[in-house]
């Protein structure tokens, strides 16, 4: 039919700020593995609760540490004045100058 075919991702890779049960249920509803990072009052209330707390969310630390590569790989994108403000009318220019900034940032 018309419109924009529809996409599951594989996996999700988030923040402490997307922790709560009510994400992990929706995920686990759609079947999408997932790695959140839990804040600690999180695991201490948990902890509290005993065994009516539940299991321990899984954690694959590799692959949260992936995520901190990309976030720095962002921030060092947005040092770039014109590309942080967009100041480019065309989205050609604009996609010209990001390629020439992660050009400049990442070849030695």
């Known amino acids: 039919g018309p419109g924009r075919p529809r996409t599951c991702p594989d996996y999700l890779v988030a ?49 949260y540490a992936r995520r901190n590569v990309v976030e720095r790989s962002f921030c060092q994108v947005k040092q770039w004045r014109g590309l942080a403000t967009r100041y480019d009318k065309h989205a050609r220019n604009y996609a010209g100058a990001l390629n020439l900034a992660a050009l400049l940032t990442w070849l030695p």
Do not use: M
């Not at 600690?40 to 299991?55: H, L, P, Y």
């Open 15 to 63: 923040d402490k700020g997307y922790s709560s049960r009510a994400n992990r249920a929706l995920l686990r509803r759609r079947g999408i593995s997932h790695t959140i990072a839990q804040p600690s009052d999180q695991a201490a209330n948990r902890r509290r609760k005993g065994s009516a707390g539940g299991r321990p969310v899984g954690f694959n630390k590799a692959r």
